[in-house]
């Protein structure tokens, strides 16, 4: 059935009161499904339909749910509620949740929590924000050594399903460090007496609390693992963190990287729920530096005044596309570093190796775009041959020139501490421009002596 068939039918039940009916329906979808549904009600038919739902239920809808939605919601139910909710929700889910609240609605949120569960979420909620221990989560299985794999499976059938998951087992002595991982199907097959220690990964991959969450996604891509642990400094088990949110991370990072890369400040607003005046912010900063970066490039053509004024109308007629081809080299460029950085494909350390292979791909699209624009100015613009041959050559000079400024800056930001993806295609571009305006008009005083 079409999802507009089943929102219309969803509507009509709740608007004739059929709430056992409508509790069956929804029962039927998917919690994604249910929360989508519940993002275009108001107040009242929010709270209403929140409260059909079994409770165990509504803590899966909840966690799918938008912040705003979220924050309604609590504002509108009772503290009991409230600690149900909570309850019944994953630690780390809770954790994310309270992280997108304002400060005073958080303090009532975790009043009436659970008084066991309040103390983990504070303990989460002072790990440094987008580190591995601010999202990760403690519903997993843990074993000490010399466990069984009877008792394992015995000890799984009675905890297993309030755990975020169960395909990995982690292994811990008895100061809790973590010894060693081990596969659910690796040990289903396995003879009931064998132990654990006997059948475990003993070189674990894991993170530690404080990394950044980008290394975390990254290893966690690398190794290709559905789930890493997270150990403290004493290489003490702590948590888990699942893929599910590995992918909420790539995602948020991603985002970031695009926002950069396009010269906006980053936002985690949502942009249809974003106010003009805060996209206004996110925007003016790099719009007004580069504005001021753009100076350089007209005082460049300032200084040249004489010479465009005694040159060709081919000339001054050549310079945006000079100046658009040199960006767009730059962007080529830079975009690969920026991508290979992010992937680990690319380190610091092979800087004059890409470099080198740069140099070698601006001389082939340099040599096309030069026969492409010498044949152009000569046939389309009916110049002289000196003239079709400054701006080829110009633009030759330029191509190979962004490609190198292209691959560079990235890894030069990289060195320095900053985000590569601060040297896209914006400022790339403007950068560029200057450049292949100094290599325009030398060559073309040189060549045709104005």
């Given at each position: 059935?079409?999802?507009?068939?089943?929102?219309?039918?969803?509507?009509?039940?709740?608007?004739?009161?059929?709430?056992?009916?409508?509790?069956?329906?929804?029962?039927?979808?998917?919690?994604?499904?249910?929360?989508?549904?519940?993002?275009?009600?108001?107040?009242?038919?929010?709270?209403?339909?929140?409260?059909?739902?079994?409770?165990?239920?509504?803590?899966?809808?909840?966690?799918?749910?938008?912040?705003?939605?979220?924050?309604?919601?609590?504002?509108?139910?009772?503290?009991?509620?409230?600690?149900?909710?909570i309850d019944n929700m994953f630690l780390d889910d809770a954790v994310d949740f309270l992280e997108e609240l304002p400060a005073g609605v958080v303090r009532r949120v975790l009043q009436s929590a659970p008084v066991e569960k309040r103390n983990?979420?504070?303990?989460?909620?002072?790990?440094?924000?987008?580190?591995?221990?601010?999202?990760?989560?403690?519903?997993?299985?843990?074993?000490?050594?010399?466990?069984?794999?009877?008792?394992?499976?015995?000890?799984?059938?009675?905890?297993?399903?309030?755990?975020?998951?169960?395909?990995?087992?982690?292994?811990?002595?008895?100061?809790?460090r973590l010894v060693g991982t081990l596969a659910l199907r690796k040990m289903i097959l396995a003879p009931q007496d064998a132990l654990l220690d006997d059948l475990m990964n003993k070189n674990p991959v894991s993170v530690c609390t404080t990394?950044?969450?980008?290394?975390?996604?990254?290893?966690?891509?690398?190794?290709?693992?559905?789930?890493?642990?997270?150990?403290?400094?004493?290489?003490?088990?702590?948590?888990?963190?699942?893929?599910?949110?590995?992918?909420?991370?790539?995602?948020?990072?991603?985002?970031?990287?695009?926002?950069?890369?396009?010269?906006?400040?980053?936002?985690?607003?949502?942009?249809?729920?974003?106010?003009?005046?805060?996209?206004?912010?996110?925007?003016?900063?790099?719009?007004?530096?580069?504005?001021?970066?753009?100076?350089?490039?007209?005082?460049?053509?300032?200084?040249?005044?004489?010479?465009?004024?005694?040159?060709?109308?081919?000339?001054?007629?050549?310079?945006?596309?000079?100046?658009?081809?040199?960006?767009?080299?730059?962007?080529?460029?830079?975009?690969?570093?920026?991508?290979?950085?992010?992937?680990?494909?690319?380190?610091?350390?092979?800087?004059?190796?890409?470099?080198?292979?740069?140099?070698?791909?601006?001389?082939?699209?340099?040599?096309?775009?030069?026969?492409?624009?010498?044949?152009?100015?000569?046939?389309?613009?009916?110049?002289?041959?000196?003239?079709?041959?400054?701006?080829?050559?110009?633009?030759?000079?330029?191509?190979?020139?962004?490609?190198?400024?292209?691959?560079?800056?990235?890894?030069?930001?990289?060195?320095?501490?900053?985000?590569p993806a601060l040297m896209a295609s914006p400022l790339i571009t403007t950068l560029v421009d200057a450049t292949s305006l100094m290599i325009y008009f030398n060559i073309a005083t040189l060549v045709l002596r104005l």
């Open positions: 059935m079409e999802w507009e068939a089943i929102e219309a039918r969803l509507n009509a039940l709740l608007e004739a009161g059929r709430h056992g009916e409508m509790r069956g329906a929804m029962m039927m979808l998917n919690v994604v499904d249910i929360a989508q549904y519940m993002e275009k009600l108001d107040k009242e038919k929010l709270l209403l339909v929140f409260r059909i739902l079994p409770k165990d239920i509504s803590s899966d809808v909840f966690t799918y749910m938008s912040p705003e939605q979220k924050q309604l919601l609590i504002e509108s139910i009772g503290d009991q509620e409230i600690s149900t909710l983990l979420i504070n303990q989460f909620l002072r790990y440094p924000e987008n580190s591995a221990g601010s999202i990760m989560t403690i519903e997993y299985l843990e074993f000490h050594t010399g466990t069984t794999v009877e008792k394992a499976m015995e000890i799984i059938r009675k905890v297993g399903l309030d755990k975020e998951t169960i395909y990995t087992l982690y292994i811990i002595d008895e100061a809790r990394d950044d969450q980008e290394k975390v996604a990254d290893t966690v891509r690398r190794y290709d693992v559905m789930a890493i642990p997270v150990v403290d400094k004493e290489n003490r088990l702590v948590g888990i963190i699942t893929a599910d949110d590995v992918m909420d991370v790539i995602e948020d990072e991603n985002t970031e990287d695009i926002e950069k890369m396009a010269a906006l400040t980053p936002s985690e607003d949502e942009y249809l729920r974003t106010s003009p005046f805060r996209l206004f912010l996110n925007r003016i900063p790099w719009l007004l530096l580069l504005a001021v970066v753009a100076i350089f490039t007209g005082m460049i053509i300032e200084n040249y005044e004489g010479l465009l004024k005694n040159a060709s109308v081919v000339l001054t007629a050549c310079i945006p596309m000079l100046m658009d081809a040199g960006g767009n080299c730059g962007a080529q460029a830079s975009t690969l570093m920026i991508r290979g950085l992010a992937l680990g494909e690319i380190q610091l350390r092979d800087i004059f190796k890409i470099l080198w292979k740069e140099f070698r791909v601006g001389l082939l699209v340099g040599l096309a775009l030069f026969l492409f624009t010498l044949a152009r100015v000569l046939v389309v613009n009916q110049a002289s041959f000196l003239v079709a041959l400054v701006v080829a050559s110009s633009l030759y000079l330029t191509v190979i020139i962004a490609k190198l400024i292209g691959c560079s800056l990235p890894l030069l930001a990289k060195r320095v501490g900053l985000d």
